[in-house]
């Protein structure tokens, strides 16, 4: 990692000084996260993952084209991050990778039902405003949320180090969700672009809510994204009612755009979520370059055993 007088160098060409405290954020699955405090206010600065993301700079166009539509649209009821520039670009290019930095937004209510209903109706409206304009956006992630592709890597890469005793149950269990999601995505189900990584923690509890970690928005099924925020809200049958507060904030920001076989169809985007996740961190287990750099081996392996017994309860349900 490049030192502090670098990365304060860095601060200083987004236009940022008098700096008082540069603090890495733990958590972040993907980019490199520092909290930056000056005299200015506070910022947050991102290391893009090029591991991840092989063309950050087209990740970064995407970001100003949704920027500038969803900010730009005073009736959206949401916000999302605004990047500040150099040089006339929202990032900055280095030998030490590719950096960007937008203004920190504080949280100004608390967790409660409330919250919830908010953050549904918040990714609906990202939704909503993106599919109802004329926006295009570059590719970020090549089979990104392509549960067959993942299916098919991890089958092989258990094959290969010879643990087809270990996981042969869980493959088996998520080849058999692939043939029921098979049935229901068919070519007639409507493709939307939609924010792809739809969890909880993605909306910033703030007036109004703002929808972050914009990098993996791209064309799939509205189910997906429906998917994600139940997966990382129900965690249990105590949990099961927030599932109602979850449906009335998505549909009242989808009311009149999303179609009845869409509705039917949410269901299985939480199996699929679910699924997809599971598979991926196996996966990233046996990887030499790794998705999730926040995790280790061991906590990848915990989070996979999370995510099945979270399958096998959604398997056990249906709203």
């Not at 909503?128 to 992630?141: D, F, P, Q, T, Y």
């Not at 643990?163 to 042969?168: C, E, L, P, R, T």
């Not at 993996?216 to 249990?236: E, H, P, Q």
């Not at 076989?261 to 997809?276: D, N, P, Q, R």
């Amino acid at each position: 990692m490049w030192g502090k007088d670098a990365m304060t160098d860095l601060v200083n060409c987004f236009g940022i000084f008098d700096i008082s405290c540069m603090e890495h954020i733990e958590g972040g699955h993907i980019n490199d996260t520092f909290l930056i405090d000056s005299a200015s206010g506070k910022y947050i600065l991102q290391n893009i993952n090029e591991n991840v993301y092989k063309d950050p700079e087209a990740v970064m166009d995407n970001t100003v084209r949704i920027s500038e539509l969803i900010n730009g649209k005073k009736d959206a009821g949401i916000k999302v991050p605004s990047f500040l520039s150099f040089a006339g670009k929202n990032h900055i290019k280095t030998d030490e990778g590719v950096f960007r930095m937008y203004e920190y937004m504080e949280e100004t209510y608390e967790d409660s039902d409330e919250s919830l209903y908010k953050a549904a109706c918040s990714f609906g409206k990202y939704i909503r405003v993106i599919n109802e304009s004329n926006i295009k956006l570059h590719v970020a992630i090549e089979d990104y949320h392509n549960y067959g592709c993942y299916l098919k890597k991890l089958t092989e890469a258990v094959s290969k180090v010879g643990k087809a005793d270990v996981y042969g149950e869980m493959l088996d269990t998520l080849s058999s969700l692939k043939v029921r999601l098979d049935a229901v995505f068919s070519k007639n189900m409507p493709v939307r672009i939609i924010h792809g990584d739809a969890k909880i923690d993605n909306i910033i509890k703030s007036d109004p809510p703002a929808v972050i970690d914009l990098d993996t928005t791209l064309k799939s099924y509205l189910a997906l994204d429906y998917g994600d925020i139940v997966r990382s809200t129900v965690r249990s049958e105590d949990d099961l009612y927030k599932v109602e507060i979850i449906n009335k904030g998505f549909f009242d920001a989808l009311d009149g755009f999303i179609t009845a076989k869409e509705k039917k169809s949410l269901y299985y985007g939480v199996l699929w979520s679910v699924g997809e996740l599971a598979a991926r961190y196996l996966l990233d287990t046996f990887a030499d370059v790794k998705y999730f750099i926040d995790k280790t081996d061991p906590k990848r392996l915990e989070r996979v055993d999370e995510l099945m017994r979270q399958l096998k309860f959604f398997l056990s349900v249906n709203f």
